[in-house]
């Protein structure tokens, strides 16, 4: 950690300075880096603190030190959580790594804050706080400060809406947790998705029997420490959701849409031309990615392929995997597919799988262990996605027009493919299956053309989110308006010490 202790003057106004806190998970990082990134581009200064086991395979995968060289206003910082894992964690310790930020990172977090290297008594005091909405002891500290904080998701709205925010209705409703075993009832309770959202489609969590588990708590606290924020950022654009954004502007009145975050970054670095070439990367990624996929993809004709990934945190067993394997394969569409190491649980050998399997892989199938996504769902010849429904992998594939076969696997990834079966029609949810008939039968329906409904969506959605990163698109003028807050917020942070 940097030393910096110095006492400022009070009386010289104050520099905007945004610190960023974002979780230690892949998706929650190449986001704030983004993020990071277009506030640098805007002239604020910025440090980003990265807990200490996600910072080692960033620094190990990736040229972000290098990258943000170039930037005299950008620092990192690290923290320590007390997580001892060497590689990126999977779902099954998303709370132990939850734990280790209450217990180990929280208390070195608020003495940075209050007295050490980033409070009002160091060289440059940070004038706002953008943390990630789980780390709601942050609108402690800020209380304790009198900084400035905005709080920022980068799940989606829809699950923001109906199981966070919605979760205490939904507990006094007695829709949570469910009475009786029918998964397909609708749940009338939350405004707005009366008719879309059935049990089966809440956050996963929603189907436990028990409210003490610390998810729900994590939950609860974020639905009551958000609206008492000066704004939310979140990574969406005023198109796609809106129908839930004037519900939730009701609770947090200042809310930004800014996304898609990946696109915005990449139309305000085409700007600065200098920072953006044809060979320019920008990877975040924390395993390393394998960029041969590019040329396998390079040798296909125009979306026949098929790309499958689960994202960085969810696992499949043996069975699981066998299943969505034959499906694919007998779907006869060639297929890109990321099989992250660790994520199929307990491992397999090539001598459990069918020959046939193997052999119609090396005719028509690319498996890699970590892929330049989205570089490839933005490939012309990606033609659908089958994907695990994590938020970041939704909304890059509908940046690129990218039809989608949503398999979720927990957390949001249950509403998220709600939504893009049922609310913007872009592909098939078959949550809660894993059957080679049905996924053979999704891919083709998605991926052939005729009486295909979901290709002049993707187009229709792929239009919208590119007009909203435009200088007069809703994204971009709400990220401007963010800017401006921070530096007013700035202006008349107090410095209290
Ligand atoms: N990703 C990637 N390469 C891969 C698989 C995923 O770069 O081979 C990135 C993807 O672009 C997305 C993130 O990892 O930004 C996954 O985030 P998401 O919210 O979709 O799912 P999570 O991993 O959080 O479950």
Known sequence: MENNHQVTDTKSP????????????????????????????????????????????????????SRFNRYPNFRFETIPDGVEHEKPVSADRFMEVMEGIDTVSRPLFREMMVSGSLSSRSVRPVTVMILDAFLSFGLDVALETSIPVVFFETVSP???WTSCFNLPTLIEAGDVPFQGGNLDELIKSVPGTEHIIRRRDLASFCRSDDLSEPI?????????????????????????????????????????????????????????????????????????????????????APKTVLYVSIGSLATITVNQLLEIWHGVVNSGKPFLWVRRPGSITGGYEDSQIPTELLEHTKEIGCIVDWSPQEHVLGHRAIGAFLTHSGWNSTIESIAEGVPMICWPYFSDQQVNSRFVGQVWKLGI????????????????????????????????WKILAKESVTEMGSSSMNFDRLINDIRVMSSATKLSG
């Open 14 to 65: 104050l520099q905007p300075h945004v610190l960023i806190f974002s979780l230690p998970f892949q998706g929650p990082v190449n986001c704030a880096l983004k993020l990071a990134e277009l506030l640098c581009l805007s002239g604020i200064h910025v440090t980003f603190l990265n807990t200490e086991h996600i910072h080692r395979p960033l620094l190990l995968h990736t040229h972000v030190v």
């Open 429 to 460: 949810d078959i949550k809660d299956t894993c059957d080679r008939l049905i996924i053979e039968k999704a891919v083709k329906d998605v991926m052939e053309t005729g009486g295909n409904m979901f290709r002049p969506c993707a187009d229709g």
């Open 158 to 160: 829809c699950f923001l």
């Open 216 to 300: 729900i708590d994590l939950l609860l606290n974020e639905a009551r420490t958000v609206p008492q924020a000066q704004g939310f950022i979140l990574n969406t654009f005023e198109e796609l959701d809106s129908l839930i954004l004037p519900h939730m502007r009701k609770l947090c009145p200042n809310i930004y849409p800014i996304g898609p975050l990946h696109s915005l970054h990449k139309a305000r670095l085409r700007e600065k031309t200098t920072l953006m070439s044809p060979k320019t990367t920008f990877s975040n990624s924390v395993w390393k990615e394998d960029r041969t996929c590019v040329s396998w993809l390079d040798k296909h």
